[in-house]
């Protein structure tokens, strides 16, 4: 059983900037890529980016290129995802995801 925390999010305003973690638990290595996904109200949950265990591999969705950056720190088991140049479209809460596991969320939310 893997357990998913992250943190960092809050009220920001547009063009600020945020570095939300996830830190996980419940295994001795943690050799799967992990990702970050959003769900904005009455939206679905739509993919952010991930990053490969070795960080070699890299995708973010096309609205954030440029904008947010996801690295790991495998000796921590957590993942990192800098938010620079927030917009609003950018409110959600945001989710880590390792494998099949899903953490709890942390709202973000940018105010124009």
């Known amino acids: 059983q893997v357990q998913l925390v992250e943190s960092g999010g809050g009220l920001v305003q547009a063009g600020d900037s945020l570095r939300l973690s996830c830190v996980a638990s419940?295994?001795?290595?943690?050799?799967?890529?992990m990702a970050w996904f959003r769900q904005a109200p009455g939206k679905e949950r739509e993919f952010v980016a991930a990053?490969?265990?070795?960080?070699?591999?890299?995708n973010y969705a096309d609205s954030v290129k440029g904008r947010f950056t996801i690295s790991r720190d495998n000796a921590k088991n957590t993942v990192y995802l800098q938010m620079s140049d927030l917009k609003p479209e950018d409110t959600a809460v945001y989710y880590c995801k390792y494998f099949a596991s899903w953490g709890q969320g942390t709202q973000v939310t940018v105010s124009s």
């Open positions: 990053i490969s265990w070795s960080g070699s591999n890299i």
């Open positions: 419940g295994r001795t290595i943690f050799n799967y890529p």
